[in-house]
């Protein structure tokens, strides 16, 4: 027990690095996977691939690859190198807004496709914009179904924050594997375990409780 509250110091440090990526990240990526997945079904052809593109891209490629390249791979770009100088922690918050903005992206897709067509055509009969749509009958909607992905996406985001460890990042993992490779110990693992499990059961309780709340609108 004494070396568990000896080791919570640094542990709970880089907890800190570990949350403050996965905040920055959800902040950032789930607005640009929305802007994206509109553009995903507008009526602009090239718009429409263009993003098509950069979807696949990002969801076919291993996220540890997206990192190592935007970190180490685009200083030797021409231009762009000299243009954006990244410290670890800005690069690791690209690569993982990118990569999880795809996701979202084709999230958001399905879910505003799912809508019927007789909403689209009754709002227009209204004389409503696209915007006013959008806004005030197919977002409400979107949400309360896309709710159960976007909940399983931010859950593995939390996983996926341990891969910051490539870039040398102090965070939850890194911290973890020092002070087992310092004191030959697997006590740090089973912490670091304990805390991963408490930052997902608060995402599945936060993520219950709004699929309650949007359930209650139907009854």
Do not use: C, H
């Not at 996983?159 to 939850?172: C, F, H, P, R």
Request: proline share 4%.
């Amino acid at each position: 027990m004494d070396y568990i509250l000896q080791i919570l110091g640094p542990m709970l440090n880089g907890t800190v690095v570990t949350l403050k990526m996965f905040f920055v990240t959800i902040v950032m990526s789930v607005p640009l996977g929305l802007m994206l997945s509109l553009g995903r079904i507008s009526r602009f052809g090239v718009l429409r691939s263009a993003i098509g593109v950069y979807i696949w891209v990002f969801r076919g490629t291993p996220l540890m690859l997206q990192l190592l390249f935007v970190y180490f791979g685009l200083p030797f770009i021409p231009v762009i190198g000299e243009m954006l100088i990244l410290t670890d922690f800005q690069a690791a918050i690209l690569a993982f807004v990118l990569n999880y903005a795809a996701y979202f992206a084709e999230i958001f897709r399905a879910g505003i496709q799912s809508i019927e067509r007789g909403q689209y055509e009754g709002a227009r009969a209204l004389g409503m914009t696209y915007g006013q749509l959008m806004r005030r009958i197919i977002l409400p909607q979107v949400i309360k179904r896309v709710l159960p992905p976007v909940s399983n996406e931010t859950i593995t985001l939390v996983k996926d924050t341990s891969l910051i460890y490539v870039l040398a990042m102090n965070d939850l993992l890194r911290t973890t594997r020092a002070l087992v490779q310092r004191d030959f110990t697997m006590t740090p693992f089973i912490v670091a375990g304990v805390f991963y499990l408490l930052m997902t059961l608060v995402l599945t309780w936060g993520f219950q409780r709004l699929e309650k709340r949007y359930a209650a609108y139907d009854e």
